[in-house]
């Protein structure tokens, strides 16, 4: 909770620098700020679920135990020309909330992660965690993925075949 406080006001604070850059002849381009969307998030592990419910989030900087904090507000990778909410994001917003951890590799080729392990399930050669949204699989990672209020999220534990 405090985490995500924390995180929130720093992503607030880094854009409010971002747009005086701009303002003041500078290079960087102020980002739209994304209004607060609320899903359902499913996540299910080798042993069923591990959460489910209901979670308000945004596009933010997300920071899995595996280390790193990159942004994940579907501008990743220049899926979308504007920032919003993500499956990731939720992800996050859910473990900050709720008391559990994910990892994920970062792939700056994508700028985006691959999740690999929930709430200590990690993937192994034969499963991995497939990102649905609304009962689809996702065309694009979880920090390019623009979420909008009410949608169903699952990141499901799938075997590979």
Known sequence: MPATLTRRAATALTAAVTAALALAGGTATPAAAADPVTVSLTLTGPSGLIFDGEVTTTGHTVTPVSGGAHLCDGT?????????ATPTAALDDAADDNGFD??????????????????????????????????????????????AEGDEVAFTWTEIW
């Open 102 to 147: 994910w990892a994920g590799v970062w792939y700056s080729s994508f700028e985006d992660y691959l999740v690999t392990t929930i709430d200590g399930y990690s993937q192994d050669a034969d499963h991995f965690y497939e990102i649905s949204v609304n009962g689809t699989p996702t065309p694009v990672g979880g920090c390019q993925f623009l979420l």
């Open 76 to 84: 990743n990778n220049g899926a979308n020309p504007t920032a919003g």
